[in-house]
């Protein structure tokens, strides 16, 4: 079955400072890999996702992941943290080989930035 | 284009009533699907709604019913509400498929149905 784990409930950066927020996934074959964003009372936007092709994917605001298959990993990364970056990020899977049509997610991870 | 619209907003009930979420998009897509989000569980698929004319059950659809209107519409019943069933509801729709049968595309998401079941 498929899953998707997000090990920490909240990260702490310093407005500037690199930010990475964490996603393993466990799937029986190739997996479509999301991030998503979620700010308070709102529905989810989608940030980026990883279908096929290049490891690196970039995505809105400034936000990329990279597909790690051998960690099975898709990790949330941006190079310097803003305020507004504050939200419930989701990773959240798709396994095309048992189910297309029904994507996991995880539980969030929530990403505090302060000035 | 609105997206994804969603009504009510907000709605409480009593244990036993019933209430219908209605979801609407207008991006011409063929998938839609209805999600609950519950602190520190995530999103979790009630139902989905692969193409027009068909609807499947997901992670949690006990307690809940379906239907798919039209291309468009989506709605979600429940037909005796419980305690646990208070949640934040959400609707979605995704549009790409890949020649497999496959959503590959991002899902675009409704701001959300606000349930508490008293």
């Known amino acids: 079955a498929q899953s998707v784990a997000q090990p920490e409930d909240q990260v702490n950066v310093a407005e500037g400072n690199p930010l990475t927020v964490k996603c393993t996934y466990s799937v029986s074959g190739n997996p479509y890999l999301f991030w998503y964003v979620q700010y308070p009372n709102r529905g989810l936007q989608f940030l980026l996702k990883?279908?096929?092709?290049?490891?690196l994917v970039k995505g809105s605001y400034g936000f990329e992941a990279e597909f790690n298959k051998s960690q099975t990993s898709f990790h949330l990364k941006k190079p310097s943290a803003l305020v507004s970056d504050s939200a419930l990020y989701f990773c959240a899977v798709r396994d095309p080989a048992t189910g297309g049509f029904k994507t996991i997610f995880g539980a969030g991870t929530r990403l505090f930035v302060k000035a | 284009n609105a997206g994804v619209t969603q009504t009510p907003k907000f709605q409480v009930l009593k244990t036993g009533q019933s209430m219908t979420l209605q979801c609407a998009q207008d991006?011409?897509?063929?998938?839609m699907y209805w999600y609950r989000q519950d602190p520190g569980m995530g999103l979790r698929l009630i139902y989905y709604s692969a193409s027009e004319g068909t609807t499947d059950k997901g992670e949690v659809p006990n307690g809940y019913n379906v239907s798919r209107l039209n291309k468009r519409e989506f709605s979600l019943r429940l037909e005796s509400a419980a305690p646990s069933q208070t949640s934040v509801y959400f609707c979605?729709?995704?549009?790409?498929?890949?020649?497999?049968?496959?959503?590959?595309?991002?899902?675009?998401f409704g701001p959300g149905t606000r349930l508490t079941v008293l």
């Open positions: 990883y279908i096929t092709g290049d490891n």
């Open positions: 991006m011409n897509h063929n998938s």
């Open positions: 979605a729709s995704s549009g790409l498929t890949s020649g497999r049968g496959i959503s590959t595309d991002t899902q675009y």
